[in-house]
């Protein structure tokens, strides 16, 4: 680790042990991705991305893992692909925005995998989730789409 980072990583800890609690703030998490998370998504789209991926988990429309989300972006499937940017090894994962840029699906990276299990109903941290669109959530899932396809693409 450089000797900006241990700083990074100090001062948050300290932060987060004088706010008495283990909930973290969108600074924190953002602080901690690693190196391929771009684009990363703002706090508020990344509590849009949570709402949805939330909407469609209860409706049992989601992709979750990375072999399974790979596997449908694949066949062809549509929708969003949410990524998290806290994911170690990044070898795990590092082909999907390769593929999801090949067949024209946004994606976006979100700072915490154990935030993005929990809203998609699991226990356990998920790096990737696939929305799939569907009409009880549309309007959240095309909220999402507008913000996700407006980021700038890294180079």
């Known amino acids: 680790m450089t000797k900006v980072k241990k700083e990074k990583v100090a001062a ?8 008495g609690g283990n909930e973290r703030s969108y600074q924190e998490l953002a602080a901690n991705v690693n190196a391929i998370a771009q684009p990363l998504a703002t706090r508020k789209l990344s509590k849009k991305l949570y709402k949805c ?4 988990s209860r409706l049992k429309n989601i992709r979750r893992g990375v072999k399974e989300v790979q596997k449908f ?8 692909v949410v990524l998290a940017g806290d994911t170690l090894p990044i070898d795990v ?3 999907l925005p390769v593929m999801c840029e090949d067949r024209n699906l946004p994606y976006a990276y979100i700072p915490s995998k ?3 299990g929990t ?5 356990r941290p998920t790096c990737v989730i696939m929305i799939k ?3 009880d959530y549309q309007e959240a899932y095309n909220e999402c789409l507008e913000a996700v396809t407006n980021m700038p693409r890294p180079l």
């Open 93 to 95: 994962y590092c082909h």
């Open 114 to 116: 154990v935030d993005l």
């Open 12 to 19: 948050v800890e300290e932060a987060t042990a004088a706010k």
């Open 119 to 123: 809203s998609a109903g699991s226990r």
């Open 53 to 56: 991926v939330k909407k469609a």
């Open 73 to 80: 972006i694949g066949k062809g499937e549509k929708g969003i």
């Open 133 to 135: 669109p569907h009409e």
